[in-house]
């Protein structure tokens, strides 16, 4: 990094502007691509081994950064999706449910640490698929994701500890379906679990991102885990609906909208089969006049615009106390300027691509429909690449509770600022959603933060910081957010049956 002196240069995303005349600007670190190998074509991961699709229909994945197609994926149909239910079935019946739990742990173990090994190969490939910035793949999404399958080995044979004077037993084939947002992360999270409690696993990557599942499967066949214990499989809704809707699955674990949330529990209603939904949210991140304001202000960036906002828990409503509110509109609006837009493979860049071109109208809508609620429309004046899926770090001022850029989920890096004057209002707006999985509460008070917590409605609540992640912390939400937890030893519960 190196301070320049300023000379009428073209505005540039990687530039931050300062006082006197001075402007940091930042040469382009862009991370290589050559770690990474991406094969033209993947098939279907069935039975331990690359399997053909049915159909022979095979669909593109585009890096959203640049348009570009990266490689193309097998498109699973039903017929694709009972057989890898009658391999997990196998594996379940005459392999899996019989090894004693420490040998299963050592196979989590050993794809821990093999996420581990192939970490930047991983990384990349995350951001080139889905259009998350580096630092984000390369500090968050893969080191989480070797921490759950740690974690998570580190239980496979201490279940009988997890649940004292309880017969646990294993439920048998559970099929997994995980969105686009966090694809690599989504992955660990659902096979984990399942496996250290002794389940096998069908698993469905989402349509827009599927390769770090598929690299998954590399890993997962290197490791040699006995054929059919996990099988990963490409496609779209359909072969969602097609793993939900077969007989002889025990457990569907899914992520993504509450729309979909919905046809899954009405697809599944009287049936044997278990559940765990984790769907949509719209979090209130709410600052209390005595908090620590840069703090709190750097809380909020960090919660809204982690991953262009595509995330469930994303702190989308703000609600600050009015006697502050100014300052704060003030600070955010002077750090959305900084925010450096662009490139997702430079390490400097802190809000990358919008997944797909569909999400980015979805934003471009909600856009609209606030202003034309009447809200007033803060975003930041940085350039935008020419090719790709790009949207400005933005947000809506004189929000309303009842407009919808207020209630709905919008999946992108646009935040709704709100304003209270006491605990009791903030407590009615900020449980006034139909979601409930996330919240964020800002004071210098402890006992504040105990006081509101309690009457707020959200799986998780963090207190002075946002979007903190743990594999032995349980996630999940109330109301249309879902049910069921991951993470931590709840994590294990939706995989067992208790005696
Ligand atoms: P979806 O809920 O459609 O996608 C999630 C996963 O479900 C994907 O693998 C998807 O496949 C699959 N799927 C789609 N239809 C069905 C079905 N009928 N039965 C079983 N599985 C199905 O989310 P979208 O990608 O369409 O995103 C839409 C909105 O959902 C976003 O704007 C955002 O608001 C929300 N969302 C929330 C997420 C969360 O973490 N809570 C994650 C993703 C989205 P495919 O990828 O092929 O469509």
């Known amino acids: 990094m190196a301070i320049v002196k300023k000379k009428a240069a073209p505005k540039k995303s990687n530039t931050i502007k300062l006082k006197f005349d001075t402007e940091w600007t930042y040469a382009p670190a862009p991370e290589s691509r050559s770690a990474a190998s991406i094969k033209p074509r993947y098939e279907l991961f069935i039975n331990g081994e690359w399997q053909k699709p049915q159909g022979r229909k095979y669909f593109a994945t585009i890096n959203p950064a640049t348009e570009e197609k990266l490689s193309e994926v097998a498109e699973a149909n039903e017929a694709d999706v009972s057989k890898a239910v009658e391999a997990a079935r196998k594996a379940y019946d005459k392999t899996w449910k019989k ?4 040998e299963r742990a050592k196979y989590i173990f050993r794809i821990a640490r093999m996420i581990q090994e192939k970490a930047r190969e991983l990384a990349i490939i995350e951001t080139l698929d889905g259009g998350k910035p580096i630092r ?29 004077n309880r017969r646990v037993s294993s439920l048998g084939v559970a099929g997994q379906i995980i969105p686009w947002n966090f694809p690599l992360l989504m992955a660990a999270w659902k096979i984990a679990p399942a496996l250290a409690t002794g389940n096998t696993v069908v698993l469905k990557s989402a349509e827009t991102t599927p390769l770090t599942a598929l690299k998954l499967a590399e890993i997962i066949q290197e490791a040699d885990l006995p054929p059919g214990v996990v099988n990963i499989i490409s496609g779209a809704g359909a072969t969602g609906a097609a793993i ?42 709410i600052i209390f006049e005595d908090a620590p304001i840069d703090q709190a202000v750097e809380g909020v960036i960090n919660g809204i615009y982690f991953n262009q906002g595509h ?11 009015e006697s502050v509110a100014k300052e ?10 900084t925010l450096i837009v662009g490139d997702p493979m430079d390490k400097n860049t802190d809000i990358g691509a919008i997944n797909s071109k569909q999400q980015l109208e979805t934003i471009h809508k909600y856009l609209s429909i606030g202003k034309k609620e009447g809200a007033e429309m803060y975003e930041s004046s940085c350039p935008l690449p020419r090719k790709g899926y790009f949207c400005r770090p933005t947000l809506f001022t004189n929000v309303a509770q009842s407009n919808r850029i207020a209630q709905e989920e919008i999946f992108g890096p646009v935040l709704s600022v709100l304003t209270f004057r006491t605990d009791d209002e903030v407590i009615e707006k900020a449980n006034n959603s139909p979601y409930g999985l996330s919240a964020g509460v800002w004071t210098d008070k402890g006992s504040k933060i105990f006081n509101m917590t309690r009457r707020m409605r959200a799986g998780v609540i963090w207190a002075n910081t946002f979007n903190k992640f743990d594999p032995t912390s349980p996630f999940g939400g109330y109301k249309e957010s879902g049910f069921g937890r991951e993470g931590g030893l709840h994590g294990l519960l939706p995989y067992i049956e208790l005696g």
């Open 99 to 102: 090894m004693p739990a420490r």
């Open 136 to 164: 984000e793949s390369r500090d968050f999404d893969v080191p989480t994701a070797a921490n759950h399958f740690f974690y998570y080995a580190g239980w496979a044979d201490k279940l009988e500890y997890a649940f004292p």
């Open 244 to 285: 939900v809707n077969h007989p002889d699955i025990n457990k569907i674990a899914f992520t993504g909208s509450t729309d979909v949330g919905k046809l899954i529990q009405r697809a599944i209603a009287g049936s044997h089969k278990k559940a765990t939904l984790e769907l949509g949210g719209k979090a209130a991140n």
């Open 311 to 321: 995330v469930c828990c994303a702190g989308s409503r703000l609600y600050v106390q």
């Open 328 to 337: 704060v509109i003030r600070k955010l609006k002077d750090r959305l300027e």
